[in-house]
């Protein structure tokens, strides 16, 4: 099983950054998936998830109207846009995939936003 970020980098406020998380080793489309970050000092935050069908989505107020998660399931990937990025968006994030017991994680991607 594998869990692979990637887009990550630097970038100065107000920009936008696309994140992918490419999946391996399991049955992708059956998997929810989820976006955290985790930034210096903090706790590991949940900032979105799309459920296995890419029906639906959900945010947290932190990042609603910023981030949007997209999934396609013919390729197992997972992106995470974000737009008007901020200074406090500074973190690496982690891509999870989740079914029922199980639950799978990356191993993460750095986000630096500075001016």
């Known amino acids: 099983v594998q869990l692979v970020e990637s887009g990550g980098g630097l970038v100065q406020p107000g920009g936008s950054l696309r994140l992918s998380c490419a999946a391996s080793?399991?049955?992708?489309?059956?998997?929810?998936m989820y976006w955290y970050r985790q930034g210096p000092g903090k706790e590991r935050e949940l900032i979105g998830g799309i459920v296995s069908s890419g029906a639906s989505t959900g945010y947290p107020n932190s990042v609603k109207g910023r981030f949007s998660i997209y999934r396609d399931n013919a390729k197992n990937t997972v992106d995470l846009q974000m737009h008007s990025l901020k200074p406090e968006d500074t973190a690496v994030y982690y891509c999870n995939a989740v079914l029922g017991p199980r639950a799978y994680w990356g191993q993460g991607t750095q986000v630096t936003v500075f001016s």
């Open positions: 080793g399991f049955t992708f489309s059956t998997y929810d």
